[in-house]
């Protein structure tokens, strides 16, 4: 008995009709994903909560969102979830044993955001680079050098390696030697170099700054300047510092003598 129905009819119309179901099941799931996000980074902020693991947070719960849209997109079509999943879960597997070096780097930037070794805007040194911390991705941390270059560092080689970080305590110590003649005074020195710090209202009077010898050599005698600033302040100070001693000492009168070049002895050829 003949229904009348045409092919179309029986099975291109039906399955139309369930691919644009899951194309408004994608795209409303898209939009409320977005706003889930949104309202996910406001809340996070609002409660005080590092603007980086904010970031992080929001990617991967974006995610996992986008993840759930689409299964339900595809289920909407007609296809078994259950063994989207499993086929899933061994493609993943296949993936994750062909990206390990990938998914280090995703470990790693977990264990940045946890353990916070450093933040947005900080002044560290890692896996022998330096430079402003800009962005701590899921895989890589980028750092913005003095001079405006943009450096890159995976997140495995990151936290595998020694961290340092300028600026996470509020105060810094300046380290500074003054050379002078071993004829000079060294209590004018001292006396100079005290009145020189204590004219610069950055420098702190707690912890209190240090003066002393460092070195004696054959015609020098090393001084030893350690005053504490806000560590804000560390680079314009340190750089303000150098030139009041030496402009205030040569006015003191006391000669800062120039260091011998150093000599390289090669070992002469053999016959």
Request: proline share 4%; glycine share 8%.
């Amino acid at each position: 008995m003949e229904t009348g129905l045409s092919f179309i009819d029986l099975y291109v119309t039906p399955w139309l009709g369930k691919l644009a179901i899951a194309l408004i099941v994608f795209l409303i799931g898209k939009w409320v994903a977005e706003h889930l996000h949104k309202v996910l980074s406001r809340l996070l902020l609002k409660s005080k909560f590092d603007h980086t693991l904010v970031k992080f947070l929001g990617h991967v719960s974006y995610g996992f969102l986008m993840i759930a849209v689409v299964l339900t997109a595809v289920g909407t079509v007609g296809v078994n979830i259950s063994s989207l999943l499993a086929l899933i879960g061994a493609a993943g597997l296949a993936v994750g044993l062909a990206l390990k070096d990938s998914l280090s780097n995703f470990a790693a930037g977990v264990m940045i955001i946890v353990f916070r070794p450093f933040k947005l805007g900080d002044s560290i040194t890692a896996s022998g680079q330096s430079g402003i911390v800009d962005e701590i991705g899921i895989f890589s941390t980028h750092l913005n050098t003095a001079d405006n270059q943009r450096i890159i560092i995976p997140n495995s080689a990151v936290i595998s390696g020694i961290i340092i970080n300028a600026t996470t305590l509020p105060q810094r110590r300046i380290d500074l030697i003054v050379s002078i003649g071993v004829d000079d005074s060294i209590g004018k020195v001292r006396e100079v170099v005290t009145t020189v710090l204590a004219a610069d209202a950055r420098i702190l009077s707690a912890p209190a700054p240090m003066i002393g010898v460092d070195k004696l050599t054959a015609t020098t005698v090393d001084i030893f300047v350690r005053p504490w600033v806000q560590t804000g302040d560390y680079f314009a100070v340190r750089t303000d510092l150098l030139e009041r001693l030496i402009t205030a000492l040569g006015e003191a009168g006391i000669d800062i003598p120039a260091r011998p070049a150093p000599i390289y002895w090669q070992q002469a050829p053999k016959d």
